[in-house]
């Protein structure tokens, strides 16, 4: 497998495992909207195959759309298409944010092991959902709209929280599609970092995953974030894939 056609995979993987609240497809390119959320994924245009129509062709029309839903236009460019499309993005003057990359592994390089005090289930308990709330800081509203998204996956999940002294103390999940393990939402609480949880969490997902079938596992993370890379590469998640960013639209 080329790892241009692994990176569509993954792609595909990506947006099963933190699905959009709704979307249009739109001559190969996959809308994404979720109303209050900022940027990410599942707010913005992209390419969902090799041979969408070219910017140019689509621009009104999506741009139409994100603006009929009260939203920004917002692409999200991954670094293995065409750079034209990058650059006809920024010659309409579309700004540049989020620098992001996609990291991957095979299952085998991940230290698949399940913890007996990491807790795995089927669907995000309230327990689980409010401390995720507290660890990322959402607003009422960011809490709704994320307890939606992940409400709506339908592919295999797994919700996995690490407890210390009673409470939650490192959050994560899983989900598997065509064969591959996407990482989500993996976060510690500020005062238990550094004491290797985390990859306790990503160990326990990985067993997990490699029972449903999984080959490989991917993750997304901010390329500026090194702690998390490092910790990433550390857990066998080695290989950048691809990287991508988003183009805004300007005022």
């Known amino acids: ?16 495992a933190f699905p959009s609240l709704q979307q249009v497809v739109y001559r190969g390119w996959l809308l994404r909207f979720s109303k209050g959320r900022p940027r990410r994924t599942n707010n913005s245009a992209g390419p969902l195959q090799a041979n969408c129509a070219a910017v140019e062709d ?22 293995f298409i065409p750079a034209l499309y990058d650059r006809e993005l920024a010659a309409r003057g ?65 919700f996995a929280g690490l407890r210390v002294d009673e409470g939650l103390a490192a959050l994560a999940y899983g989900a598997v599609h065509d064969g591959l393990l996407c990482y989500e939402s993996v976060i510690t609480d500020l005062r ?33 974030n090194t702690p998390a890379r490092n910790l990433y590469d550390r857990c066998g998640l080695r290989t950048e894939l691809y990287r991508y960013h988003y183009r805004r639209a300007p005022n």
Do not use: K
């Open 58 to 79: 689509v621009i009104e029309g999506i741009e139409a759309l994100y603006r009929r839903n009260w939203l920004p236009p917002l692409f999200r460019v991954p670094s």
């Open 94 to 158: 579309y700004t540049s944010e989020g620098d992001s990359c996609v990291l991957y592994g095979s299952i085998n390089q991940i230290d698949a092991v399940a913890d007996p005090r990491v807790e795995l289930s089927p669907r995000a308990t309230a327990e689980w959902l409010t401390t995720m709330g507290e660890f990322q800081g959402h607003s009422p509203e960011g809490r709704a709209i994320y307890q939606c998204v992940v409400g709506s996956i339908v592919v295999p999940v797994a």
């Open 192 to 224: 238990r970092r550094r004491q290797g949880l985390a990859g306790r969490i990503i160990a326990s997902l990985a067993a997990w995953g490699r029972q449903q079938g999984a080959a490989g596992a991917c993750l997304q993370v901010e390329a500026s």
């Open 1 to 16: 497998m080329s790892d241009t056609t692994l990176a569509w995979q993954v792609e595909e993987t990506n947006f099963n």
